[in-house]
């Protein structure tokens, strides 16, 4: 049986890309970033991971505002890097896995969330800037099999925080009872808080964000119990992206171990971070 080895979550700012293009990750700017970057990268290689499951949500690239899924899943071999205006980057495309795309699209019906089902789309920097984070970039191919899972955050009506946390709960479903035997994780993509336009463009809240980062391991409840008003509110129009790393922790058990948690700002008119964790070990009076 296929097995969920880790929870992972990672802001996906352009500019992270742009600093990885133009090899600028050692300037003084960026370096306290990358810094803490790198750990996590470690921690991520110790899980031996086959398959990454990735939440993120598309930027009007894929989807444009005319049509938005509020659910889709990848069910295709392969996934083409998106045009977002200044023609393709040229990190390679990802490997992705229809049959298990498939599968998660066929356990979502089943448990009453009804998905978009996506055989042929191409992917923006929300998917590749943690992709590149986590796992370095490759020269020819990506060391993991791409499921991507598109949740809509650009457009009202946004999902639940709680519906995201939901859905994750049935992702895990999905992947313990695929067949096989390979290593997944789960990476919960966007935030942390930023608003890129209107009367607050450019807030942040640093204050919230470390607590997110800590409540999202140890208080998820708290974190999907909140309206979707109160993510714009305390995180950002923008920030309310953070919904989708409930559908990672949805995915994980009750009790989580943190490997690794790093948090800078501003990057771009963001606060970043990055979270690696792991399902707690069973206590000595825990059955299986
Ligand atoms: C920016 C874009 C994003 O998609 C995001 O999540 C954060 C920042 C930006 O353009 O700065
Ligand atoms: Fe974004």
Redesign the pocket.
């Known amino acids: 049986m296929a097995r969920l080895v880790g929870g992972l979550g990672s ?5 992270i890309a742009m600093a990885l293009d133009k090899g600028l990750t050692d300037t003084p700017d960026w370096k306290p970033f990358f810094d803490g970057v790198a750990p996590g990268r470690d921690r991520v290689r110790e899980m031996r991971p086959d398959v990454a499951v990735v939440v993120f949500n598309d ?1 009007g690239n894929a989807f444009f505002f005319d049509r938005v899924p509020t659910f889709a899943v990848g069910c295709a071999e392969r996934y083409a890097i998106a045009d977002e205006g200044w023609g393709p980057r040229t990190v390679p495309a990802f490997d992705g896995h229809a049959e298990f795309g498939w599968h998660l699209a066929d356990t979502l019906v089943a448990e009453s969330f009804d998905p978009t089902v996506l055989q042929e789309i191409e992917v923006d ?2 998917l590749q800037v943690p992709m590149e984070l986590f796992w370095g970039r490759p020269e020819t191919m990506w060391p993991v099999r791409v499921v991507p899972v598109f949740v809509n955050v650009i457009q009202h009506p946004i999902p639940l925080p709680s519906r995201c946390h939901a859905f994750g709960r049935v992702l895990r479903k999905a992947i313990e009872s695929f067949p096989g035997d390979e290593r997944f994780v789960v990476v919960g993509t ?1 935030g942390l808080s ?1 608003q ?1 336009q209107g009367a607050r463009a450019g807030f942040v809240n640093p204050d919230a964000d470390r607590a997110f980062l800590r409540d999202i391991a140890r208080d998820p409840g708290r974190l999907a119990g909140m309206s979707r008003e109160d993510y714009v509110r305390v995180f950002g129009s ?1 920030g309310a ?1 953070l919904i989708m790393w409930l559908v990672m922790r949805g995915a994980m058990d009750p009790e989580v171990v943190v490997r690794h948690s790093h948090y800078f700002v501003p990057a ?3 606060g970043v971070g990055m979270l690696v964790l792991e399902n707690a070990p069973l206590r000595s009076n825990q059955s299986i």
Do not use: A, K, Q, R
């Open positions: 802001s996906h700012v352009p500019s930027h920097h929300g966007g930023h890129l923008e992206e771009s008119m963001t």
